[in-house]
């Protein structure tokens, strides 16, 4: 596939794949999960991942006008109170993973922007770092991750050179990348994020426990290797 973070192609590397969203709070909480899991895993180096896009609401607006908690009421159709419950549970999640969510104070914005951010980042095999660029930005800093501003410094940040990362944003070869993602999304039956794909074999659905990544690595991992004896 195009677009891989990894673009050294001389070491065979099973590839995992990611849908997310950047405003998806169990997203970020899964690439800790993840990560807890690859640390464990022996093979890690032989082990890649590409991010993909996802828009858990493509007609967010472009520039913030409700507190995150009143578009949570009404988008989800939940009262005040429960969307706080909501908010205080993941809050507590996140913790459990070391991340510190500020989810009252979140810039609520459409993430299209943000994704042609990742999307070029991958070719400069910037993917994951992009990601979590993003996610940091988003829950833990508050920043609106729909400004072009705002993203062409986290972008710079993170090593990406900026007249070329603001020739992106102009670029609708990114959008449109970002687009392809959720097409192929919905073709294999994704519903939600963050959906991991292994090997195009298995996925794991959701924030789950990093025993559960592991595992299913372990699995993977081993079938992948059997079935490519060039890899050993």
């Known amino acids: 596939m195009e677009n891989t973070q990894n673009l050294n192609t001389s070491t065979p590397k099973m590839k995992i794949e990611v849908w997310s969203d950047i405003m998806c709070p ?65 809050t507590e999640y996140a913790k459990q993973v070391g991340l510190e969510y500020d989810l009252y104070n979140t810039v609520t914005v459409n993430s299209m922007k943000a994704h042609q951010l990742i999307q070029f980042a991958k070719t400069k095999g910037l993917g994951d770092q992009a990601e979590e660029s993003l996610f940091r930005a988003f829950f833990i800093e508050n920043k609106n991750v729909a400004d072009l501003t705002t993203l062409t410094q986290l972008g710079k940040e993170i090593g990406l050179d900026e007249t070329e990362l603001q ?33 195009r ?29 060039e890899t050993n």
């Open 26 to 90: 169990f997203c970020y909480i899964g690439k800790r999960q993840y990560e807890t899991a690859l640390n464990k895993f022996a093979n890690s180096k032989q082990v890649e991942i590409e991010w993909k896009s996802f828009q858990l609401d493509p007609s967010a607006p472009e520039v913030a006008s409700e507190s995150h908690v009143d578009y949570l009421v009404k988008r989800k159709g939940m009262s005040a109170e429960k969307v706080h419950e909501m908010l205080a549970s993941v």
């Open 201 to 229: 074999k298995y996925a794991i659905s959701g924030a789950q426990p990093a025993e559960v990544f592991l595992e299913t690595l372990e699995k993977t991992f081993a079938e992948w290797q059997k079935d490519s004896p």
């Open 167 to 199: 020739a992106a944003f102009n670029d609708d070869k990114y959008a449109y990348l970002v687009k392809q993602d959720i097409q192929e999304a919905q073709q294999i039956g994704v519903t939600g994020v963050p959906f991991f794909v292994f090997n």
